[in-house]
């Protein structure tokens, strides 16, 4: 697949700020609270919640139970679109319902293939990583999400019933 033009997958830095609050502002807007692949809830020093995304993925001050997790900002002309989150490892919680890489898009940028093109360079992180393969899930209620695993090589593992919100989960398993 080839990747859209214009856009690139950083690592989250304080020049982005502003970018940033406007992405989840618009989440805001929207009522979406929770901003899958966000890594952690945002702080009010910008700041401090950059060196923490930093340190988790270093694996320094994880919270008891977390795993080293790398986020990135789609970016295209200085706007964020999307952001992921790509977990070093598994733990039994996130090989049930969560998997390696949650990730989310803007609102108002959902549709024009920018969460596919998103998932495909997190895909060259986590191969950099040295992962063989990669879980990702998404709810069966969600199928804009399904089908942007199914075109990275998202192969339907099996459906489960989600002990953190009831709702029915998709397991995919992509090989690397």
């Known amino acids: 697949m080839k990747v859209r033009e214009g856009i690139k997958l950083i690592e989250p830095c304080e020049e982005l700020a502003e970018a940033y609050l406007d992405y989840v502002k618009e989440f805001s807007a929207a009522e979406e609270g929770y901003i899958h692949g966000s890594g952690v809830e945002l702080k009010d020093d910008f700041g ?49 319902e ?11 940028e959902r549709g024009k293939g920018y969460g596919t093109a998103m998932v495909r360079l997190v895909l060259e992180k986590a191969k950099e990583l040295g992962l063989e393969k990669v879980l990702i899930t998404c709810d069966k209620d969600n199928p804009a999400s399904a089908q942007v695993i199914e075109k990275n090589g998202g192969k339907l593992d099996n459906e489960l019933v989600s002990k953190e919100s009831g709702k ?9």
């Open 168 to 176: 029915m989960k998709q397991r995919y398993w992509i090989e690397l």
């Open 48 to 96: 401090e919640f950059v060196r923490l995304l930093q340190d988790y993925a270093k694996g320094i001050n994880l919270p008891e139970g977390w795993v080293p997790a790398s986020t990135y900002w789609l970016l295209s002309e200085g706007r964020v679109l999307g952001v992921s989150n790509l977990r070093h490892a598994l733990t039994e919680f996130l090989l049930r």
């Open 98 to 108: 969560g998997g390696h890489i949650g990730y989310s898009v803007r609102p108002s």
